[in-house]
C-alpha cells in the first residue's frame, strides 16, 4: 500500500490569541515534566461530535501500545485530547491533485467549514491530508496545552490519507491508526520513510543512509537480525534502507529493529528512568558507640519487562544490585563517605554502541560525620545527575543535556581516547537544573575519529565515547 508522503514544515510563532477548548486526559502515567505528552487535536468534529474524537483517539492509542516499543515503554507516556470544535463536519476535498490516484475521483468535491483547514489534495498529491492553518494549530496548541511533546490532528473523515512534518495527521479511515503510527516516526524519531518517497526527501537519517558497507553501516549492530540488511530503494539504488518490510515502508508491518532502537533513544532524551530518591539533603545524630542502619533508597520508571539496572556504591566500591533500596551500617562510613546510586535502562531493544554511556542517571549522597556533644552528627549532601549526549555518531551538531539536583562545579571536556584532554567545552560553577548545549562539529578542531566527552560533576566524573563522522 503507497504511503502519503512526509512534510518538512517550519513553524513560526504565532502572537494571535486563540480559542481555548475543553481538554480532557485519556492517559496519565505521571507529571507532565517528566513524562513524554502527546497531544490529540481534532478537526471536523462538531460539538456533537466530541465523543467520536474521544473514541477515535482511544483508537489510535490502542493501536500504538500494543506494538513495540511503544507497549514495552507505556509508562513514559501520557496522552491528553483538546476537543476543537468544528461548525461542519469532515474534510476538504478540492479534486485537484495531479498524482494519478484513482481514488480522488471516488471522492466528491466537498469544502468544509473546518477549524483547522484540514484538506486532501494538499501539495496536489490526493492521500496527502493536511492542515493548511498551521496558526491556529501552533496558537490552539499554545493556548491549550503548551507542554506537549508530539502533537496529532485526528480529522474526521472515513477516507485514507494522513500526513508527517511538524504534527502527525491522520483520518478515521481503517488504516489511520497504522498512518499515524507511521507518521510519529517522522515527526518525532525523525525517521525516513522506507518507500522511495522522491529525491527531494533523500538524505542521511537513522533509517536511510548511502553507506553500503555491512561493516561501516550506521545500522552495523543489527545487520542479519529479523531481516535487517542494506536494501536498496527503488526510485535511487545509492540510497540505502534497513528492511524490506518496516512499518516506515508497508502499513501493518512492523517496525524494524532499526525504527524500534531510534524510537528507544528518542523515548529516553524525554524521560528519566531515575524517579525520586531518599534522604533528601538533612543532618541527624547518631550514637557513635552503637552502629545504626542508615537506609537510602532511589525509585525508577522501568519499562514492561523492567530492563531496568540499579548499583549501589560505597566510596566506588560496588555494595548492592537491582534494588531501589540500600541500607548502610554508620559503622562502615568513614568521616567523609560517598554513596552512589546508578540506574540504566539495559533494554534489548537498542544496540546502541554508546546507549548506556549516552544514558546515565546518578543519585550521590555525600556523608560527613562531625563531633558533637551528644554524639556524632551526620550530614548528606545529595547530588543528581541525568545525562543525555545525541546523535552519536556526530553528522553535524553534537547536542547533551545534564539535569543537576543542586548547584555543583561541572567540567566538560573532549578527550583523545588515550585520556589526553584536547579541549574543555564548559568550566564553570552552575545551579540546579536543565543544562543544554549544542555544538557545531565544525567549530572542533578535531579530525573524524573517536573521542571521549568527559562530565566532572564534582567529584563525579562520566566519561561518554563519541565518534565525529
Not at 514492561?304 to 560496588?318: A, G, S
Not at 546508578?342 to 531493544?349: G, N, R
Request: include cysteine; glycine fraction near 8%; charge should be negative.
Amino acid at each position: 500500500m503507497r504511503l502519503i508522503l512526509p512534510i518538512t514544515l517550519l513553524v513560526f510563532s504565532f502572537t494571535v490569541k486563540a480559542q481555548t477548548f475543553d481538554v480532557d486526559t485519556v492517559l496519565k502515567n505521571g507529571p507532565v515534566s517528566e513524562q513524554i505528552n502527546l497531544v490529540f487535536m481534532g478537526d471536523g468534529y462538531t460539538a456533537g461530535e466530541q465523543g467520536k474524537f474521544i473514541t477515535d483517539v482511544n483508537k489510535i492509542l490502542d493501536a500504538l501500545f500494543t506494538q513495540s516499543p511503544f507497549k514495552e515503554y507505556k509508562n513514559y507516556f501520557n496522552a491528553y485530547a483538546i476537543k476543537v470544535i468544528s461548525a461542519e463536519s469532515g474534510a476538504n476535498h478540492p479534486q485537484n491533485s495531479t498524482d494519478g490516484d484513482g481514488a480522488c475521483n471516488a471522492q466528491a468535491v466537498k469544502t468544509v467549514d473546518n477549524y483547522f483547514g484540514s484538506t486532501f489534495d494538499y501539495l496536489q498529491i490526493h492521500r496527502l491530508l493536511y492542515p493548511t492553518n498551521l496558526t491556529r494549530v501552533v496558537n490552539t496548541l499554545a493556548a491549550n496545552f503548551p507542554l506537549y511533546d508530539q502533537a496529532f490532528i485526528a480529522v474526521n473523515t472515513p477516507y485514507y490519507g494522513g500526513a508527517g512534518g511538524s504534527f502527525a495527521t491522520c483520518s478515521d479511515h481503517s488504516a489511520g491508526r497504522e498512518v499515524a503510527i507511521h507518521e510519529i516516526g517522522h515527526s518525532f524519531a525523525g525517521l525516513a520513510d522506507e518507500y522511495w518517497a522522491g529525491a527531494q526527501y533523500a538524505a542521511e537519517k537513522p533509517n536511510m543512509t548511502k553507506e553500503g558497507s555491512p561493516s561501516l553501516v550506521k545500522w552495523k549492530n543489527w545487520m542479519g537480525v529479523s531481516g535487517v540488511g542494506i536494501y536498496s530503494h527503488s526510485g535511487d539504488a545509492s540510497w540505502k534502507k534497513p528492511h524490506a518490510n518496516c512499518k516506515m515502508g508497508v502499513l501493518n508491518a512492523p517496525l524494524c529493529k532499526v525504527c524500534v532502537e531510534t524510537f528507544v533513544e528518542r523515548f529516553h532524551q524525554f524521560v528519566t528512568p531515575l524517579g525520586e530518591f531518599l534522604p533528601h539533603d538533612t543532618r541527624f545524630t547518631i550514637n557513635p558507640d552503637i552502629a545504626e542502619d542508615l537506609e537510602f533508597s532511589v525509585s525508577t520508571r522501568p519499562p514492561d519487562p523492567n530492563t531496568v539496572k540499579i548499583t549501589w556504591e560505597i566510596d566506588d566500591v560496588l555494595k548492592a544490585k537491582n534494588t531501589e533500596a540500600f541500607t548502610v551500617s554508620s559503622a562502615d562510613l568513614g568521616v567523609s563517605s560517598t554513596i552512589r546510586a546508578t540506574v540504566k535502562d539495559t533494554t534489548a531493544l537498542t544496540r546502541s554502541a554508546t546507549h548506556e554511556a549516552n544514558h546515565i542517571y546518578i543519585t550521590e549522597w555525600e556523608i560527613t560525620k562531625s563531633d558533637v556533644v551528644t554524639g556524632v552528627e551526620v550530614g548528606t549532601k545529595v547530588s543528581q545527575y541525568g545525562l543525555s549526549v545525541y546523535p552519536n555518531p556526530v553528522d553535524d551538531v553534537i547536542k547533551f543535556q545534564y539535569t543537576l539536583s543542586r548547584q555543583v562545579p561541572v567540567t566538560i571536556s573532549i578527550l583523545d581516547l588515550s585520556g589526553q584532554s584536547i579541549k574543555t567545552l564548559v568550566n564553570s560553577l552552575q545551579e540546579g537544573g536543565l543544562h543544554e548545549y549544542s555544538i557545531e562539529k565544525q567549530k572542533l578542531p578535531l579530525k573524524a575519529g573517536a573521542y571521549i566527552l568527559n562530565f566532572s560533576f564534582g567529584k563525579t566524573s562520566i566519561p561518554v565515547k563519541i565518534v565525529l563522522r
